[in-house]
């Protein structure tokens, strides 16, 4: 039984890492290197992270630069950011490629704040499915006898504070990310 609830606790902290993922690649305001994590180069006859062909660095709030490890790939990396379609325009000068980040208006931060909300729903729906795999395999133990009645509510009910402390810490997430949104 403490395996179950081991290995859930185990896939519900994978879940709060992607959700730390899946947010930061969320642009706000402010230069954010994490905000390319998800650009593909095509370079070297395959699609690659934009981070395994160039270093990113943010120099300043609103400036990302991109300087790539050989400056061949340096279009390639640049038409990758073009159809990434993040909003970004890049500035190729044949070294490195600087991306303005430009303020972003009323609007297109609400979008950004439901698009936020959207993954953070989609995070929660994840650890609901873990919770309801680890009770389903309980009760099947029950009926395995493989564990007593006792020991399957005891196991649900650690199942279901992991799921409320996993649930609180992506609402804690969120909070923040909306927060850094909004900010102007």
């Known amino acids: 039984m403490q395996k179950i609830i081991d290995d859930s606790k185990t896939r519900m902290e994978k879940v709060i890492d992607s959700t730390k993922k899946e947010l930061a690649s969320i642009r706000t305001g402010r230069a954010n290197p994490a905000l390319l994590d998800r650009v593909e180069v095509e370079a070297y006859g395959s699609r690659m992270p934009l981070n395994q062909v160039a270093m ?3 120099p300043e709030p609103r400036m990302l630069i991109v300087q790539p490890y050989d400056r061949s790939t340096i279009s390639a990396i640049d038409k990758a950011i073009r159809i990434a ?3 970004l325009n890049p500035t ?3 070294q490195l490629i600087r991306l303005a ?3 972003l208006t009323e609007e297109r931060r609400k979008d950004l704040v439901k ?8 995070m929660k729906i994840a650890v609901r499915n873990v919770r309801r795999e680890a009770n389903d395999t309980l009760k099947k133990m029950e009926k395995e006898s493989t564990i007593t009645e006792d020991e399957n509510k005891k196991g649900q009910t650690e199942i279901q504070k992991l799921t409320d402390q996993y649930i609180a810490q992506i609402d804690q997430l969120l909070a923040a990310k909306e927060k850094d949104i909004m900010e102007v």
């Open 85 to 87: 379609d993040l909003g």
């Open 101 to 103: 980040i430009p303020t």
């Open 92 to 94: 190729n000068d044949g």
């Open 115 to 122: 698009f936020a909300k959207k993954v953070s729903e989609e």
């Open 56 to 58: 990113v660095s943010a």
